[in-house]
């Protein structure tokens, strides 16, 4: 088992900043790759990036390139989601996810609670 607690989340301006955090703790943290996705009020869940199990590859939705980074400490079991530029359309509760090959929309083996981010136009 592998337990994911986010952290970070609340109420920006648009066009402000902020940072998730999300904590691992069980299984080797390294041996997962990790993700974030998000779901806002009536929409399916998006996905929003991944990160592979050293850091060295990641990926992003069209809708945060350049806008969002993901990234990843291992010594610390945590990974992390930098979002500068943040929109309106950025409001949703974001989850952190793990999974032993990748993480996709519809492929994770572990989820968190979810964090709330509200960006205030």
């Known amino acids: 088992q592998v337990q994911l607690v986010e952290s970070g989340g609340g109420l920006v301006q648009a066009g402000g900043s902020l940072r998730l955090s999300c904590a691992a703790s069980?299984?080797?943290?390294?041996?997962?790759?990790m993700g974030w996705l998000r779901q806002a009020p009536g929409k399916e869940r998006e996905f929003v990036a991944r990160?592979?199990?050293?850091?060295?590859?990641?990926y992003y939705a069209d809708s945060v390139k350049g806008r969002f980074t993901i990234s990843r400490d291992n010594a610390k079991n945590t990974v992390y989601l930098q979002m500068n530029s943040v929109k309106p359309e950025d409001t949703a509760v974001y989850y952190c996810a793990a999974d032993r090959v990748r993480v996709t929309t519809t492929r994770a083996e572990y989820w968190g609670q979810g964090t709330q981010v509200t960006v205030s136009s």
């Open positions: 069980g299984r080797t943290f390294s041996n997962y790759a």
């Open positions: 990160i592979n199990w050293s850091g060295g590859s990641t």
